[in-house]
């Protein structure tokens, strides 16, 4: 892990280091360079200068160099008797001796020529064959006297060699570290993945640090060019390579492989590239961790236990989907409707647990298509990332405020931005500024994607073109800085939108709502103004005004491969009821942030494609990019519509824990 890293950093020279490795290949050899440089590097921090503070004889504070670089000499009267003494030093009274003489004795030969002889506000260091050599006659110390400190050990070495001396020595130990030693804090196991034939997995371009994290460099500017270190970083990690090779990783039986694994010799994570077979690796894996001696107390089951691994594409997950596979988890799918919406008709895939969801969706899908079926207009679309960023103060940050809000500014991001993609384009940047610190809320479509890893690519770029327009002392504090915002309730995503945002409505008779939902029209709204509205401002709620508006979100999401996590957001919902001039009823949902793609993330799984496939929009809209994802959150909201409308009945008609233990105690 740690050599990933080094490899990593674009300073890095590969040609020496890769020679400095071939020639410390053994442990111990390596050990003796370690401890050789340690050893070096502690005794040249023995000559640090130091100046110590004391008190003569007679009373008068001395300072006492004990430095080995210098000789300190007693001031004026007694510099004559001294003849071995090449310097005058003298310094502002309060001075930090310490820290002058550590700058250079030139620097205190600055500070003291501008001074006269018996300036009493001076203190003065002399060192050297003759106070007056060089036109700086000091003579004046105010009281403080200094000592000769003769025969110092290493009073050959100058200050400057010896900090030479112990950057060496620390950069040798440096570079001798990565093989036989882990980096603190990385495991064993992960260690010994740095050793696999041909690289592990974790060492690929696309997800290297643009920055050392071992170095101090900020991330303010783009990476001249990561793919360079890293194929270098190849070219050494091959150089040195531990066996087994490929070939005899895939040649060992499961047993092996997994005895391996327990003894960290082989990284969890690398059981597919080294045996090159995606489901083999997961039922190694399984083996691994059900016998793993840490957790076996606890995990032992997992190899034969329900949880299936076989027949499944795991090509297609790796890379892309999900790590460390142990096998997958089939959901039951259930379907409501279909559902009238827009004109057209569609079955709702539904993957859920909790019973009677489906049954409820579909009673609500029942009772809108009796009524004409639902209305879904699509408000806007717009994928957001807003990170966090930090100006040297608020004059520059406001400075770049008003840059990013004029017609020039904002074309030099957009063109950055939209450079990026073929289908993501930039809508607008939102910054707020809070001192030096500064947030852009960058919003872009992202045309049939839920986008979150193109508009993280877009702003990257846009970021390094800030910088070079003229905000070079930007500092990128985080991509992210949660003024997006993703996977968290804000009330930034419930008032500007984020993703998707969608109103779906439909009129419901009042003869339908007594047949089908076992309700009237006076009781609904009653029971939404109450519950949705009143009770979700008593609640403090923010964007739940709705029943459950996060069931039907979450359980088409998992069923059509969205990212599951932005249910949190894409469920923010209110719900609306009021009585038509005929006596019928009008339910509405507002979703502003439905977050969800037809290509991307998880939709690319076969099982998920089917579901889209069933609504019709997997894929990209090859017409008109982005429509295959609105059409999607137009479903998702018509859903939710349905749902509402027969939970709510439920709740007003006082049938909710009867239904449920009908439909979630039967097993
Ligand atoms: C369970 C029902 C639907 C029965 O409802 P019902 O009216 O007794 O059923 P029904 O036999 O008269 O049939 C009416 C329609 O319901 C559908 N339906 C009926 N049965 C099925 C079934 N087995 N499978 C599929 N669809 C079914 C179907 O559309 C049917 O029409 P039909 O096709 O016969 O003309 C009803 O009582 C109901 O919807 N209850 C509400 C349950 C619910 O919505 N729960 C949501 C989860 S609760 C929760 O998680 C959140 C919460 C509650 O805490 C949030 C909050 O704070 O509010
Ligand atoms: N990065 C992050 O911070 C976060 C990432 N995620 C994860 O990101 C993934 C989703 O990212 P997302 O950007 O949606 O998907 P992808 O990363 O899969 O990017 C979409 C890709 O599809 C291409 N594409 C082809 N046709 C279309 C089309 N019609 N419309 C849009 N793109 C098209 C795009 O081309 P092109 O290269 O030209 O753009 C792009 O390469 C999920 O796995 C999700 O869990 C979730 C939250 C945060």
């Known amino acids: 892990m740690r050599e990933e890293y080094v490899d990593a950093c674009p300073e890095a020279s590969p040609s020496w280091r890769t020679w400095l490795r071939s020639n410390t290949k053994n442990t111990s050899p390596r050990s003796a360079v370690i401890a050789v440089a340690a050893l070096a590097f502690l005794w040249t921090q023995g000559g640090a200068p130091l100046i110590e503070e004391r008190y003569s004889e007679d009373g008068v504070r001395q300072f006492q160099s004990v430095d080995y670089s210098m000789s300190v000499a007693a001031p004026t009267q007694a510099v004559t008797s001294h003849t071995n003494m090449h310097h005058a030093f003298a310094a502002p009274h309060g001075t930090n001796i310490s820290q002058e003489v550590q700058k250079s004795p030139e620097h205190v030969l600055r500070l003291c020529a501008n001074k006269g002889p018996g300036d009493s506000t001076k203190i003065m260091l002399i060192t050297g064959n003759n106070q007056t050599q060089g036109g700086y006659s000091v003579s004046c110390v105010d009281n403080i006297l200094f000592s000769p400190v003769a025969d110092h050990p290493n009073s050959f070495l100058s200050s400057a060699v010896k900090v030479l001396v112990g950057l060496v020595c620390v950069a040798a130990a440096y570079l001798a570290i ?6 603190p804090g990385v495991s064993d196991q992960h260690f010994a993945a740095a050793s696999l034939p041909n690289g592990h997995p974790s060492v690929k371009e696309s997800v290297l640090p643009k920055s050392c994290p071992f170095s101090k460099t900020s991330t303010t500017a783009p990476s001249a060019s990561p793919a360079q270190p890293v194929k270098a970083a190849d070219a050494v990690r091959k150089s040195n390579l531990i066996t087994p090779t490929q070939a005899e990783w895939q040649a060992m039986s499961d047993e092996e492989v997994v005895n391996k694994a327990i003894e960290n010799k082989l990284a969890l994570y690398s059981l597919e590239k080294v045996l090159g077979d995606s489901t083999r690796a997961v039922q190694v ?11 076996q107390n606890i995990t032992s089951k997992l190899e034969n236990s329900g949880l299936p691994f076989a027949n499944y594409d795991y090509d297609r997950v790796l890379g892309a989907c999900c790590e460390n596979v142990i096998g997958y988890l089939p959901l039951p799918i259930g379907v409501a409707g279909p559902l009238d919406i827009n004109g057209s008709s569609f079955y709702l895939p539904m993957a859920t647990t909790e019973g009677v969801l489906v049954a409820s969706t579909n009673r609500g899908a ?26 040297p103060g608020l004059e520059r940050a406001a400075a770049f405020k008003h840059w990013i809000d004029t017609p020039d500014g904002y074309s030099v991001v957009e063109a950055a931005f939209n450079g990026t993609s073929r289908f993501a ?9 809070t001192g030096s610190d500064v947030f852009a809320r960058f919003k872009a479509t992202t045309g049939d994607a839920m986008g979150m890893n193109m ?14 327009a003229g905000f070079n002392d930007m500092q990128v504090v985080s991509l992210s800085g949660n003024y997006c915002t993703d ?28 047949r089908v939902l076992k309700t009237d029209v006076d009781s609904l709204v009653a029971l939404n103004t109450s519950k949705n509205l009143i009770g979700s401002a008593v609640a403090g709620a923010m964007g739940g005004f709705n029943a459950h508006a996060s069931n039907i979100v979450t359980a088409i999401f998992l069923a059509t491969g969205q990212d599951p996590a932005q249910n949190v957001e894409s469920s923010g919902c209110l719900t609306t009821m009021s009585k038509t001039s005929t006596g019928d009823l009008q339910i509405s949902v507002y979703m502003p942030s439905i977050e969800v793609g037809t ?5 690319i799984l076969a099982p998920q494609a089917a579901m889209l496939d069933l609504l019709g929009v997997r894929g990209a809209d090859q017409e008109a990019p982005g429509r295959n994802a609105q059409r999607l959150a137009c479903i998702v909201a018509a859903g939710v519509l349905a749902g509402e409308l027969s939970l709510l009945s439920s709740l007003a008609a006082g049938s909710l824990v009867q239904s449920h233990m009908a439909h979630n105690r039967k097993a």
């Open 178 to 183: 990565p093989y036989p030693i882990p980096a």
């Open 285 to 295: 894996r399984r083996a691994i961790v059900a016998r793993n001696p840490r957790t």
């Open 366 to 391: 029942t009772a809108i298509n009796a009524s004409g079926g639902v209305t879904t207009s699509l408000l806007a679309d717009g994928m957001t990332r807003g990170p966090a960023l930090r100006f």
């Open 425 to 433: 384009r930039l809508q607008s940047v939102r910054v707020a500024v």
């Open 455 to 468: 508009i993280s690519k877009g702003v990257d770029a846009a970021l390094a073109a800030i910088a070079l």
């Open 487 to 514: 996977k968290k309730a804000a009330a930034v995503n419930w008032i500007d939108g984020r993703g998707k945002s969608v109103c779906a409505q439909a009129t419901v008779a009042a003869d339908v709502l007594r």
């Open 599 to 603: 290509v991307g993330g998880g939709t």
